[in-house]
Protein backbone atom coordinates (compact mmCIF):
# COMPACT_ATOMS: atom_id res chain seq x y z
CA UNK A 1 0.00 0.00 0.00
CA UNK A 2 2.86 1.88 0.54
CA UNK A 3 3.26 2.80 -3.17
CA UNK A 4 -0.48 2.39 -4.28
CA UNK A 5 -2.05 5.07 -1.78
CA UNK A 6 -0.69 8.44 -2.25
CA UNK A 7 0.42 10.14 0.89
CA UNK A 8 -0.85 12.89 2.36
CA UNK A 9 0.75 16.16 2.04
CA UNK A 10 2.10 17.35 5.27
CA UNK A 11 1.97 21.27 5.14
CA UNK A 12 3.79 21.50 8.37
CA UNK A 13 6.94 19.69 6.65
CA UNK A 14 6.84 22.09 3.79
CA UNK A 15 6.69 25.32 5.67
CA UNK A 16 10.30 23.91 7.45
CA UNK A 17 11.77 23.45 4.05
CA UNK A 18 11.12 26.73 2.73
CA UNK A 19 12.62 30.16 3.02
CA UNK A 20 11.28 33.59 2.48
CA UNK A 21 12.52 33.46 -0.44
CA UNK A 22 11.15 30.42 -2.15
CA UNK A 23 7.33 30.53 -3.22
CA UNK A 24 5.31 27.77 -2.44
CA UNK A 25 3.14 26.38 -5.51
CA UNK A 26 -0.08 24.31 -5.24
CA UNK A 27 -0.84 23.30 -8.94
CA UNK A 28 -4.02 22.17 -8.61
CA UNK A 29 -6.03 19.45 -9.51
CA UNK A 30 -9.44 18.80 -10.19
CA UNK A 31 -11.94 18.78 -7.37
CA UNK A 32 -9.31 20.10 -4.71
CA UNK A 33 -9.06 23.08 -3.01
CA UNK A 34 -5.97 23.71 -0.86
CA UNK A 35 -7.18 26.88 0.54
CA UNK A 36 -9.09 25.46 4.04
CA UNK A 37 -5.99 23.37 4.97
CA UNK A 38 -4.01 26.49 4.66
CA UNK A 39 -6.12 28.54 6.73
CA UNK A 40 -5.67 25.43 9.49
CA UNK A 41 -1.98 25.62 9.13
CA UNK A 42 -2.07 29.35 9.53
CA UNK A 43 -3.96 28.76 12.82
CA UNK A 44 -1.57 25.86 13.89
CA UNK A 45 1.59 27.84 13.03
CA UNK A 46 0.39 31.17 14.96
CA UNK A 47 0.36 32.84 11.99
CA UNK A 48 -3.77 33.29 11.58
CA UNK A 49 -3.48 36.86 12.38
CA UNK A 50 -1.13 37.61 9.82
CA UNK A 51 -2.62 35.57 7.09
CA UNK A 52 -3.88 37.35 3.94
CA UNK A 53 -5.38 35.72 1.09
CA UNK A 54 -6.42 36.92 -2.62
CA UNK A 55 -8.44 35.21 -5.26
CA UNK A 56 -6.85 36.99 -8.40
CA UNK A 57 -8.77 37.74 -10.95
CA UNK A 58 -9.69 41.18 -13.04
CA UNK A 59 -8.63 44.21 -11.06
CA UNK A 60 -6.97 42.02 -8.55
CA UNK A 61 -3.34 42.75 -9.54
CA UNK A 62 -2.65 45.97 -7.63
CA UNK A 63 -4.29 44.47 -4.57
CA UNK A 64 -2.06 41.81 -4.98
CA UNK A 65 1.17 43.80 -5.36
CA UNK A 66 -0.22 45.70 -2.36
CA UNK A 67 -0.39 42.51 -0.40
CA UNK A 68 3.11 41.20 -0.99
CA UNK A 69 5.36 44.45 -0.48
CA UNK A 70 3.28 44.88 3.20
CA UNK A 71 3.93 41.32 3.17
CA UNK A 72 7.90 41.27 3.08
CA UNK A 73 7.98 44.60 5.51
CA UNK A 74 5.63 43.27 8.16
CA UNK A 75 6.23 39.53 7.69
CA UNK A 76 2.81 37.90 6.77
CA UNK A 77 1.74 34.98 5.00
CA UNK A 78 0.30 36.09 1.35
CA UNK A 79 -1.72 33.64 -0.32
CA UNK A 80 -2.67 34.19 -4.07
CA UNK A 81 -4.91 31.56 -5.58
CA UNK A 82 -5.68 30.82 -8.95
CA UNK A 83 -2.83 32.37 -10.44
CA UNK A 84 -3.99 30.91 -13.90
CA UNK A 85 -7.19 33.64 -14.20
CA UNK A 86 -4.68 36.28 -14.18
CA UNK A 87 -1.83 35.28 -16.60
CA UNK A 88 -1.37 39.02 -18.49
CA UNK A 89 0.02 39.98 -14.59
CA UNK A 90 1.86 36.75 -14.39
CA UNK A 91 4.99 38.68 -15.94
CA UNK A 92 4.82 41.25 -12.62
CA UNK A 93 4.79 38.50 -10.28
CA UNK A 94 8.10 37.06 -11.76
CA UNK A 95 9.72 40.67 -10.89
CA UNK A 96 8.63 40.66 -7.73
CA UNK A 97 9.66 36.87 -7.08
CA UNK A 98 13.19 38.14 -8.66
CA UNK A 99 13.41 41.14 -6.12
CA UNK A 100 13.00 38.47 -3.36
CA UNK A 101 16.19 37.03 -4.44
CA UNK A 102 18.14 39.94 -3.87
CA UNK A 103 16.10 42.39 -0.79
CA UNK A 104 15.76 40.94 2.94
CA UNK A 105 12.78 40.20 3.56
CA UNK A 106 11.08 39.60 7.10
CA UNK A 107 12.24 35.96 8.14
CA UNK A 108 8.36 35.12 9.03
CA UNK A 109 7.31 36.24 5.07
CA UNK A 110 6.06 32.91 2.79
CA UNK A 111 4.11 33.30 -0.69
CA UNK A 112 2.20 31.08 -1.85
CA UNK A 113 0.68 30.99 -4.63
CA UNK A 114 -2.38 28.31 -6.25
CA UNK A 115 -2.95 27.65 -10.23
CA UNK A 116 -3.82 25.13 -12.74
CA UNK A 117 -0.94 24.04 -14.96
CA UNK A 118 -0.99 26.48 -17.87
CA UNK A 119 1.92 26.45 -20.61
CA UNK A 120 1.98 30.72 -19.77
CA UNK A 121 2.80 30.15 -15.94
CA UNK A 122 5.95 31.80 -15.92
CA UNK A 123 8.74 29.38 -15.47
CA UNK A 124 11.40 30.82 -13.71
CA UNK A 125 8.55 30.74 -10.80
CA UNK A 126 8.51 27.23 -10.58
CA UNK A 127 12.11 27.17 -10.16
CA UNK A 128 12.57 29.15 -7.91
CA UNK A 129 9.75 27.98 -5.54
CA UNK A 130 8.27 24.56 -4.16
CA UNK A 131 5.74 22.53 -5.93
CA UNK A 132 2.76 20.61 -4.32
CA UNK A 133 0.20 18.73 -5.72
CA UNK A 134 -2.67 16.59 -4.12
CA UNK A 135 -3.81 14.29 -6.41
CA UNK A 136 -7.61 13.83 -7.02
CA UNK A 137 -8.10 10.52 -5.27
CA UNK A 138 -9.05 7.68 -7.48
CA UNK A 139 -12.50 5.63 -6.46
CA UNK A 140 -14.83 6.08 -4.83
CA UNK A 141 -13.86 4.82 -1.84
CA UNK A 142 -10.11 7.16 -1.80
CA UNK A 143 -12.80 9.96 -2.22
CA UNK A 144 -15.51 9.01 0.55
CA UNK A 145 -12.75 8.76 3.08
CA UNK A 146 -11.35 12.25 1.84
CA UNK A 147 -14.94 14.13 2.52
CA UNK A 148 -15.14 12.00 6.00
CA UNK A 149 -12.43 13.54 6.75
CA UNK A 150 -13.10 16.67 5.96
CA UNK A 151 -16.46 16.41 8.57
CA UNK A 152 -15.34 17.21 12.34
CA UNK A 153 -16.91 15.56 15.22
CA UNK A 154 -19.34 18.72 16.45
CA UNK A 155 -20.02 19.11 13.04
CA UNK A 156 -21.22 15.96 12.63
CA UNK A 157 -23.26 15.99 15.95
CA UNK A 158 -24.63 19.27 15.04
CA UNK A 159 -27.91 18.42 13.35
CA UNK A 160 -31.04 17.59 15.63
CA UNK A 161 -32.07 15.08 13.38
CA UNK A 162 -29.25 12.67 14.09
CA UNK A 163 -30.89 9.92 12.15
CA UNK A 164 -31.68 11.22 8.88
CA UNK A 165 -28.75 13.73 9.25
CA UNK A 166 -26.13 10.52 9.45
CA UNK A 167 -27.76 8.48 6.44
CA UNK A 168 -28.22 11.42 4.11
CA UNK A 169 -24.92 12.33 4.39
CA UNK A 170 -23.77 8.82 3.32
CA UNK A 171 -25.96 9.67 0.60
CA UNK A 172 -24.31 12.87 -0.01
CA UNK A 173 -21.08 11.80 0.13
CA UNK A 174 -21.62 8.86 -1.96
CA UNK A 175 -23.66 11.38 -4.41
CA UNK A 176 -20.23 13.80 -4.72
CA UNK A 177 -18.10 10.62 -5.03
CA UNK A 178 -19.92 9.70 -7.81
CA UNK A 179 -20.22 12.38 -10.09
CA UNK A 180 -16.37 12.88 -9.55
CA UNK A 181 -15.71 9.31 -10.41
CA UNK A 182 -18.10 9.44 -13.37
CA UNK A 183 -15.75 11.34 -15.22
CA UNK A 184 -13.20 8.07 -15.98
CA UNK A 185 -15.89 6.99 -18.47
CA UNK A 186 -15.00 9.90 -20.73
CA UNK A 187 -17.72 10.57 -23.68
CA UNK A 188 -20.01 7.98 -21.62
CA UNK A 189 -19.36 9.81 -18.35
CA UNK A 190 -20.11 13.11 -18.62
CA UNK A 191 -20.71 15.03 -22.30
CA UNK A 192 -19.01 17.91 -20.22
CA UNK A 193 -16.11 17.26 -17.70
CA UNK A 194 -17.03 19.43 -14.48
CA UNK A 195 -14.90 20.58 -12.02
CA UNK A 196 -17.19 19.38 -8.98
CA UNK A 197 -14.99 20.64 -5.97
CA UNK A 198 -15.33 20.46 -2.01
CA UNK A 199 -17.05 23.73 -2.21
CA UNK A 200 -20.34 22.40 -3.59
CA UNK A 201 -20.17 19.48 -0.93
CA UNK A 202 -19.89 21.83 2.01
CA UNK A 203 -22.37 24.26 1.25
CA UNK A 204 -24.92 21.39 0.46
CA UNK A 205 -23.89 19.62 3.80
CA UNK A 206 -24.88 23.26 5.32
CA UNK A 207 -28.14 22.70 3.55
CA UNK A 208 -28.84 19.32 4.36
CA UNK A 209 -28.49 20.19 8.35
CA UNK A 210 -30.20 23.27 7.92
CA UNK A 211 -32.92 22.21 6.32
CA UNK A 212 -33.54 18.92 8.32
CA UNK A 213 -33.74 21.04 11.54
CA UNK A 214 -36.18 23.28 10.10
CA UNK A 215 -38.88 20.87 9.17
CA UNK A 216 -40.84 18.19 10.47
CA UNK A 217 -41.31 16.29 7.28
CA UNK A 218 -38.01 15.75 4.76
CA UNK A 219 -38.22 18.59 2.47
CA UNK A 220 -37.06 15.96 -0.58
CA UNK A 221 -37.83 18.76 -3.32
CA UNK A 222 -35.91 21.23 -1.47
CA UNK A 223 -33.10 19.59 -0.92
CA UNK A 224 -32.80 17.84 -4.32
CA UNK A 225 -33.43 21.16 -6.09
CA UNK A 226 -30.83 22.96 -3.36
CA UNK A 227 -28.18 20.61 -3.95
CA UNK A 228 -28.32 19.39 -8.02
CA UNK A 229 -29.81 21.75 -9.09
CA UNK A 230 -28.29 24.72 -7.42
CA UNK A 231 -25.10 23.80 -5.80
CA UNK A 232 -23.51 20.94 -8.35
CA UNK A 233 -26.10 22.15 -10.99
CA UNK A 234 -24.54 25.51 -11.22
CA UNK A 235 -21.40 23.76 -13.28
CA UNK A 236 -23.51 22.03 -15.33
CA UNK A 237 -24.16 23.80 -18.88
CA UNK A 238 -25.54 21.09 -20.82
CA UNK A 239 -29.08 19.71 -20.57
CA UNK A 240 -28.23 16.23 -20.76
CA UNK A 241 -25.93 16.17 -18.11
CA UNK A 242 -28.65 17.75 -15.85
CA UNK A 243 -30.73 15.24 -16.47
CA UNK A 244 -28.15 12.29 -15.32
CA UNK A 245 -27.18 14.50 -12.11
CA UNK A 246 -30.91 14.27 -11.26
CA UNK A 247 -31.55 11.32 -11.77
CA UNK A 248 -28.75 10.31 -9.29
CA UNK A 249 -29.91 13.17 -6.50
CA UNK A 250 -33.74 11.17 -6.92
CA UNK A 251 -32.46 7.63 -6.24
CA UNK A 252 -29.50 8.88 -3.26
CA UNK A 253 -32.53 11.62 -1.65
CA UNK A 254 -35.76 9.72 -1.01
CA UNK A 255 -37.90 8.38 1.97
CA UNK A 256 -36.35 4.40 1.09
CA UNK A 257 -33.02 5.78 2.13
CA UNK A 258 -34.33 6.63 5.85
CA UNK A 259 -36.61 3.86 6.06
CA UNK A 260 -34.92 0.87 4.26
CA UNK A 261 -32.26 -0.85 6.23
CA UNK A 262 -29.13 -1.17 4.29
CA UNK A 263 -30.62 0.48 1.17
CA UNK A 264 -28.69 -0.06 -2.06
CA UNK A 265 -26.93 3.11 -3.46
CA UNK A 266 -26.29 1.19 -7.07
CA UNK A 267 -26.73 -2.52 -8.25
CA UNK A 268 -23.58 -3.38 -6.73
CA UNK A 269 -24.73 -5.08 -3.50
CA UNK A 270 -21.23 -3.93 -1.78
CA UNK A 271 -22.44 -0.29 -1.64
CA UNK A 272 -25.31 0.36 0.60
CA UNK A 273 -25.92 2.82 3.44
CA UNK A 274 -24.58 1.18 6.80
CA UNK A 275 -26.44 0.80 9.88
CA UNK A 276 -26.50 4.06 12.15
CA UNK A 277 -23.20 4.87 14.65
CA UNK A 278 -21.15 7.45 15.34
CA UNK A 279 -18.52 9.41 12.86
CA UNK A 280 -15.69 6.87 13.50
CA UNK A 281 -18.53 3.64 12.02
CA UNK A 282 -19.01 5.57 9.00
CA UNK A 283 -15.20 5.96 8.30
CA UNK A 284 -14.76 2.08 8.98
CA UNK A 285 -17.25 1.06 6.24
CA UNK A 286 -16.06 3.53 3.85
CA UNK A 287 -12.57 1.79 4.64
CA UNK A 288 -14.05 -1.43 3.82
CA UNK A 289 -15.09 -0.53 0.52
CA UNK A 290 -13.11 -2.30 -2.60
CA UNK A 291 -10.35 -0.36 -4.17
CA UNK A 292 -11.29 -0.95 -7.63
CA UNK A 293 -14.97 0.74 -8.28
CA UNK A 294 -16.82 -1.92 -10.14
CA UNK A 295 -18.57 0.15 -13.58
CA UNK A 296 -22.01 -0.97 -12.25
CA UNK A 297 -21.51 0.64 -8.83
CA UNK A 298 -22.50 4.05 -11.18
CA UNK A 299 -24.54 2.80 -12.73
CA UNK A 300 -22.41 1.82 -15.96
CA UNK A 301 -22.18 -1.49 -18.03
CA UNK A 302 -18.51 -3.09 -17.86
CA UNK A 303 -18.12 -2.00 -21.94
CA UNK A 304 -18.10 1.95 -20.43
CA UNK A 305 -14.55 0.51 -18.88
CA UNK A 306 -13.37 -0.73 -22.46
CA UNK A 307 -14.60 2.15 -23.98
CA UNK A 308 -12.64 4.64 -21.89
CA UNK A 309 -9.50 2.64 -21.60
CA UNK A 310 -9.59 2.22 -25.53
CA UNK A 311 -9.85 5.86 -25.31
CA UNK A 312 -7.25 6.40 -23.21
CA UNK A 313 -4.73 4.29 -24.87
CA UNK A 314 -5.21 6.41 -27.93
CA UNK A 315 -4.65 9.43 -26.33
CA UNK A 316 -1.20 8.04 -25.47
CA UNK A 317 -0.53 6.64 -28.77
CA UNK A 318 -1.34 10.53 -30.38
CA UNK A 319 0.79 11.87 -27.09
CA UNK A 320 4.01 9.76 -28.42
CA UNK A 321 3.71 10.29 -31.97
CA UNK A 322 3.49 14.14 -31.52
CA UNK A 323 6.81 13.42 -29.41
CA UNK A 324 8.22 11.48 -32.92
CA UNK A 325 11.38 13.73 -34.20
CA UNK A 326 9.67 15.60 -37.17
CA UNK A 327 13.40 15.50 -39.29
CA UNK A 328 14.33 11.97 -38.96
CA UNK A 329 16.76 10.99 -42.65
CA UNK A 330 16.14 8.45 -44.53
CA UNK A 331 18.30 5.53 -44.26
CA UNK A 332 17.36 2.62 -46.93
CA UNK A 333 13.29 2.80 -46.41
CA UNK A 334 11.67 5.39 -48.24
CA UNK A 335 11.89 9.24 -46.87
CA UNK A 336 9.03 10.99 -45.31
CA UNK A 337 8.46 13.04 -48.35
CA UNK A 338 8.28 10.20 -50.19
CA UNK A 339 5.20 8.50 -47.64
CA UNK A 340 3.28 11.76 -47.73
CA UNK A 341 3.43 11.90 -51.82
CA UNK A 342 2.22 8.39 -52.06
CA UNK A 343 -0.65 9.07 -49.78
CA UNK A 344 -1.22 12.23 -51.04
CA UNK A 345 -1.34 10.89 -54.50
CA UNK A 346 -3.61 7.89 -53.32
CA UNK A 347 -5.88 10.44 -51.71
CA UNK A 348 -6.52 12.80 -54.83
CA UNK A 349 -7.33 9.56 -56.48
CA UNK A 350 -10.54 8.85 -54.32
CA UNK A 351 -11.88 11.95 -53.94
CA UNK A 352 -14.69 12.34 -56.45
CA UNK A 353 -15.92 14.55 -59.44
CA UNK A 354 -18.07 17.69 -58.31
CA UNK A 355 -21.39 17.20 -58.51
CA UNK A 356 -23.14 19.81 -61.27
CA UNK A 357 -24.45 22.17 -59.01
CA UNK A 358 -25.97 24.53 -61.99
CA UNK A 359 -27.87 21.39 -63.85
CA UNK A 360 -29.10 20.19 -60.86
CA UNK A 361 -30.28 23.86 -59.63
CA UNK A 362 -32.33 24.06 -63.59
CA UNK A 363 -33.76 20.69 -63.08
CA UNK A 364 -34.97 21.42 -59.49
CA UNK A 365 -36.37 24.97 -59.90
CA UNK A 366 -39.37 23.49 -61.12
CA UNK A 367 -40.18 22.42 -57.54
CA UNK A 368 -38.68 24.48 -55.02
CA UNK A 369 -39.70 22.35 -51.75
CA UNK A 370 -37.43 22.90 -48.98
CA UNK A 371 -35.71 19.18 -49.38
CA UNK A 372 -34.43 20.57 -52.71
CA UNK A 373 -32.94 23.52 -50.91
CA UNK A 374 -30.99 21.34 -48.69
CA UNK A 375 -30.19 18.96 -51.84
CA UNK A 376 -28.52 22.38 -53.20
CA UNK A 377 -26.84 23.75 -49.84
CA UNK A 378 -25.49 20.44 -49.23
CA UNK A 379 -24.41 20.24 -52.95
CA UNK A 380 -22.77 23.53 -52.53
CA UNK A 381 -20.81 22.43 -49.22
CA UNK A 382 -19.19 19.36 -50.56
CA UNK A 383 -17.77 20.89 -53.89
CA UNK A 384 -15.98 23.49 -51.85
CA UNK A 385 -14.68 21.01 -50.02
CA UNK A 386 -13.58 18.63 -52.42
CA UNK A 387 -12.04 21.84 -54.06
CA UNK A 388 -10.21 22.45 -51.28
CA UNK A 389 -8.88 19.18 -50.85
CA UNK A 390 -7.71 19.14 -54.06
CA UNK A 391 -6.38 22.49 -54.05
CA UNK A 392 -4.27 21.63 -51.03
CA UNK A 393 -2.89 18.43 -52.05
CA UNK A 394 -1.66 19.90 -55.32
CA UNK A 395 0.03 22.85 -53.37
CA UNK A 396 1.39 19.94 -51.24
CA UNK A 397 2.89 18.30 -54.15
CA UNK A 398 4.82 21.28 -55.47
CA UNK A 399 5.44 22.25 -52.29
CA UNK A 400 7.40 18.73 -51.13
CA UNK A 401 9.01 19.23 -55.00
CA UNK A 402 10.21 22.64 -53.93
CA UNK A 403 8.33 24.31 -56.53
CA UNK A 404 6.52 26.63 -53.94
CA UNK A 405 7.51 27.88 -50.33
CA UNK A 406 6.27 25.75 -48.04
CA UNK A 407 3.56 27.57 -45.60
CA UNK A 408 2.70 26.66 -42.17
CA UNK A 409 -0.63 25.68 -43.65
CA UNK A 410 1.26 23.44 -45.59
CA UNK A 411 3.26 22.02 -43.32
CA UNK A 412 0.55 21.33 -40.70
CA UNK A 413 -1.18 19.10 -43.69
CA UNK A 414 2.28 17.46 -44.36
CA UNK A 415 2.17 16.48 -40.54
CA UNK A 416 -1.46 15.11 -40.72
CA UNK A 417 -1.39 13.13 -43.91
CA UNK A 418 2.19 11.67 -42.21
CA UNK A 419 0.16 11.22 -38.89
CA UNK A 420 -2.78 9.56 -40.69
CA UNK A 421 -5.29 12.60 -39.67
CA UNK A 422 -7.38 14.69 -41.48
CA UNK A 423 -6.14 18.13 -41.94
CA UNK A 424 -8.47 20.96 -40.04
CA UNK A 425 -8.72 22.85 -42.92
CA UNK A 426 -10.79 19.94 -44.36
CA UNK A 427 -12.65 19.27 -41.38
CA UNK A 428 -14.48 23.31 -41.77
CA UNK A 429 -17.31 21.25 -43.68
CA UNK A 430 -18.60 18.98 -40.87
CA UNK A 431 -17.00 17.59 -37.78
CA UNK A 432 -15.57 14.09 -37.52
CA UNK A 433 -13.72 11.96 -35.37
CA UNK A 434 -12.08 9.40 -38.01
CA UNK A 435 -8.64 8.78 -39.12
CA UNK A 436 -7.82 10.03 -42.08
CA UNK A 437 -8.21 6.44 -44.41
CA UNK A 438 -11.68 5.98 -42.84
CA UNK A 439 -12.87 9.49 -43.39
CA UNK A 440 -12.09 9.54 -47.09
CA UNK A 441 -13.66 6.42 -47.68
CA UNK A 442 -16.54 8.45 -45.65
CA UNK A 443 -16.73 11.26 -47.60
CA UNK A 444 -16.80 9.52 -50.96
CA UNK A 445 -20.05 7.58 -49.39
CA UNK A 446 -21.87 11.13 -48.74
CA UNK A 447 -20.92 12.19 -52.43
CA UNK A 448 -22.69 9.18 -53.74
CA UNK A 449 -25.79 10.03 -51.88
CA UNK A 450 -26.21 13.41 -52.96
CA UNK A 451 -24.97 12.93 -56.86
CA UNK A 452 -27.73 10.06 -57.07
CA UNK A 453 -30.59 12.40 -55.51
CA UNK A 454 -29.25 15.11 -57.89
CA UNK A 455 -28.94 12.81 -61.22
CA UNK A 456 -32.66 11.59 -60.48
CA UNK A 457 -33.76 14.33 -58.93
CA UNK A 458 -35.79 12.21 -56.83
CA UNK A 459 -35.07 12.30 -52.61
CA UNK A 460 -34.14 8.81 -51.46
CA UNK A 461 -36.20 6.36 -49.90
CA UNK A 462 -34.50 5.99 -47.11
CA UNK A 463 -31.89 8.61 -46.30
CA UNK A 464 -28.70 7.92 -44.78
CA UNK A 465 -28.32 10.99 -42.13
CA UNK A 466 -24.98 10.88 -41.13
CA UNK A 467 -24.13 12.43 -44.98
CA UNK A 468 -25.68 15.30 -44.01
CA UNK A 469 -23.20 18.32 -43.61
CA UNK A 470 -25.75 19.87 -41.30
CA UNK A 471 -28.47 17.47 -40.20
CA UNK A 472 -30.31 19.70 -38.27
CA UNK A 473 -31.36 21.81 -41.66
CA UNK A 474 -32.94 19.03 -42.85
CA UNK A 475 -35.06 17.70 -40.13
CA UNK A 476 -36.52 21.54 -40.32
CA UNK A 477 -36.89 20.92 -44.05
CA UNK A 478 -39.07 17.81 -43.57
CA UNK A 479 -40.88 19.29 -40.78
CA UNK A 480 -41.59 22.16 -43.27
CA UNK A 481 -42.58 19.93 -46.03
CA UNK A 482 -45.11 18.08 -43.89
CA UNK A 483 -46.60 21.38 -42.51
CA UNK A 484 -47.04 22.47 -45.75
CA UNK A 485 -48.45 19.27 -46.82
CA UNK A 486 -51.10 19.20 -43.52
CA UNK A 487 -51.56 23.37 -43.54
CA UNK A 488 -50.67 23.09 -40.27
CA UNK A 489 -47.97 25.43 -38.54
CA UNK A 490 -44.31 24.11 -38.57
CA UNK A 491 -44.21 25.09 -34.63
CA UNK A 492 -46.91 22.70 -33.57
CA UNK A 493 -44.79 20.02 -35.00
CA UNK A 494 -42.05 17.47 -33.29
CA UNK A 495 -41.11 14.22 -34.20
CA UNK A 496 -42.25 11.05 -33.00
CA UNK A 497 -40.62 7.83 -33.76
CA UNK A 498 -41.10 4.16 -34.97
CA UNK A 499 -37.91 1.91 -35.63
CA UNK A 500 -38.49 -0.44 -38.05
CA UNK A 501 -38.74 -4.70 -37.87
CA UNK A 502 -38.55 -5.41 -41.13
CA UNK A 503 -35.34 -5.24 -43.52
CA UNK A 504 -34.12 -1.96 -45.41
CA UNK A 505 -34.93 -4.25 -48.96
CA UNK A 506 -38.62 -4.60 -47.61
CA UNK A 507 -38.98 -0.55 -47.73
CA UNK A 508 -40.27 -0.40 -51.29
CA UNK A 509 -41.58 3.31 -51.13
CA UNK A 510 -40.98 6.44 -49.19
CA UNK A 511 -43.38 7.00 -45.80
CA UNK A 512 -46.88 9.00 -46.71
CA UNK A 513 -45.59 11.72 -44.06
CA UNK A 514 -41.90 12.18 -42.44
CA UNK A 515 -38.75 9.96 -43.62
CA UNK A 516 -36.87 6.74 -43.27
CA UNK A 517 -33.38 7.58 -41.78
CA UNK A 518 -30.66 4.86 -41.46
CA UNK A 519 -27.33 4.77 -40.38
CA UNK A 520 -27.42 5.26 -36.84
CA UNK A 521 -25.36 3.97 -34.35
CA UNK A 522 -26.51 2.80 -30.76
CA UNK A 523 -23.81 3.36 -27.50
CA UNK A 524 -24.11 2.51 -24.22
CA UNK A 525 -26.96 -0.39 -25.19
CA UNK A 526 -28.04 -3.35 -27.62
CA UNK A 527 -31.33 -3.19 -29.71
CA UNK A 528 -33.61 -6.23 -29.73
CA UNK A 529 -35.14 -5.73 -32.87
CA UNK A 530 -38.28 -8.51 -32.64
CA UNK A 531 -39.74 -6.11 -30.14
CA UNK A 532 -38.02 -3.19 -30.61
CA UNK A 533 -36.90 -2.30 -27.20
CA UNK A 534 -33.35 -1.28 -25.70
CA UNK A 535 -31.36 -4.22 -23.79
CA UNK A 536 -27.96 -4.84 -22.49
CA UNK A 537 -25.29 -4.83 -24.82
CA UNK A 538 -23.06 -7.90 -25.06
CA UNK A 539 -19.80 -7.86 -23.82
CA UNK A 540 -17.33 -6.18 -25.91
CA UNK A 541 -20.39 -4.86 -27.99
CA UNK A 542 -19.27 -1.02 -28.21
CA UNK A 543 -21.86 0.20 -30.69
CA UNK A 544 -24.70 -1.50 -32.59
CA UNK A 545 -26.11 -0.65 -35.89
CA UNK A 546 -29.80 0.71 -35.27
CA UNK A 547 -32.47 -0.74 -37.73
CA UNK A 548 -33.84 2.11 -39.81
CA UNK A 549 -35.92 4.58 -37.86
CA UNK A 550 -38.97 6.59 -39.30
CA UNK A 551 -39.09 10.06 -38.50
CA UNK A 552 -42.68 11.18 -38.52
CA UNK A 553 -43.44 14.56 -37.70
CA UNK A 554 -47.09 14.86 -35.97
CA UNK A 555 -48.74 17.89 -34.22
CA UNK A 556 -49.13 18.96 -30.29
CA UNK A 557 -47.66 16.08 -29.03
CA UNK A 558 -48.46 14.51 -25.74
CA UNK A 559 -45.80 14.49 -23.14
CA UNK A 560 -42.97 11.38 -23.39
CA UNK A 561 -44.83 8.08 -22.73
CA UNK A 562 -43.90 6.02 -19.57
CA UNK A 563 -41.40 3.17 -20.20
CA UNK A 564 -39.94 5.51 -23.01
CA UNK A 565 -36.32 6.59 -22.92
CA UNK A 566 -35.74 9.58 -24.59
CA UNK A 567 -32.16 9.43 -26.27
CA UNK A 568 -29.68 11.80 -27.54
CA UNK A 569 -28.47 11.63 -31.06
CA UNK A 570 -25.14 13.34 -31.36
CA UNK A 571 -22.91 13.80 -34.29
CA UNK A 572 -20.34 11.72 -33.68
CA UNK A 573 -18.78 10.60 -30.63
CA UNK A 574 -17.50 13.55 -28.83
CA UNK A 575 -20.63 14.53 -27.29
CA UNK A 576 -19.88 17.78 -26.20
CA UNK A 577 -19.14 19.12 -30.01
CA UNK A 578 -16.35 21.32 -31.29
CA UNK A 579 -15.32 23.84 -33.86
CA UNK A 580 -17.73 25.83 -33.32
CA UNK A 581 -20.80 23.80 -33.19
CA UNK A 582 -22.84 21.69 -31.08
CA UNK A 583 -22.75 17.80 -31.54
CA UNK A 584 -26.20 17.23 -30.68
CA UNK A 585 -28.45 16.75 -33.57
CA UNK A 586 -32.05 15.73 -32.14
CA UNK A 587 -33.57 13.19 -29.05
CA UNK A 588 -35.22 10.36 -30.49
CA UNK A 589 -37.35 8.39 -28.55
CA UNK A 590 -36.96 4.39 -27.46
CA UNK A 591 -38.50 2.13 -25.84
CA UNK A 592 -36.72 1.43 -23.02
CA UNK A 593 -37.44 -2.51 -22.66
CA UNK A 594 -37.58 -4.22 -18.98
CA UNK A 595 -35.11 -1.55 -17.45
CA UNK A 596 -36.61 1.77 -15.95
CA UNK A 597 -35.20 5.35 -18.45
CA UNK A 598 -33.51 6.10 -15.42
CA UNK A 599 -30.94 2.94 -15.97
CA UNK A 600 -30.27 4.23 -19.54
CA UNK A 601 -29.60 7.27 -18.28
CA UNK A 602 -26.91 6.32 -16.08
CA UNK A 603 -25.47 4.39 -19.02
CA UNK A 604 -25.21 7.12 -20.99
CA UNK A 605 -27.11 5.52 -23.74
CA UNK A 606 -27.22 7.75 -27.36
CA UNK A 607 -27.25 7.77 -30.76
CA UNK A 608 -24.72 8.13 -33.10
CA UNK A 609 -24.48 9.42 -36.77
CA UNK A 610 -20.77 8.23 -37.16
CA UNK A 611 -17.75 6.32 -35.21
CA UNK A 612 -14.40 7.41 -34.92
CA UNK A 613 -12.90 4.56 -36.87
Known sequence: SKFTEPPVLDMQQVVEDSTTRTPLIFVLSPGVDPTSSLIQLSESSGMAQRFYSLSLGQGQAPIATRMIKQGVREGNWVFLANCHLSLSWMPQLDKLVEQLQVEDPHPEFRLWLSSSPHPDFPISILQTG??????????????????????????????????????????LCFFHSVLLERRKFLMLGWNIAYEFNDSDFEVSESILSIYLDEYEETPWEA???????????????????????????????????????????????????????????????????????????????????????????????????????????????????????????NIFKQIPENIDYDNTAKILSVDPSPLNVVLLQEIQRYNALMEEICRSLTDLEKGIQGLVVMTVELENIFQCIFDGNVPPSWLRAYPSLKPLAAWTRDLVQRVEQFEKWALTAHPPTIFWMSGFTFPTGFLTAVLQTSARMNSVSVDSLSWEFSVMTVDDSNITGPPKDGVYIKGLFLQGAGWEKKNSILVEANPMQLVCLMPTIHFKPVENKKKVAKGMYMAPCYYYPNRAGGMGRPSFVVAVELKAGEKSPDHWVKRGTALLMSLDY
Not at 135 to 140: D, I, Q, R, S
Not at 161 to 166: A, H, W
Open 130 to 171: IKMTTEPPKGLKANMKRLYNLITEPQFQRCTKQDKYRKLLFS
Open 223 to 345: LKYLIAGISYGGHVTDDWDRRLLMTYVSDLFQDQVLSVPFYKVSSVPTYYVPKDGPLSSYKEYVSMLPNVDPPEAFGQHPNADIQSQIQETRMLFNTLLSLQPQISAASGGESREDKVLDLAA
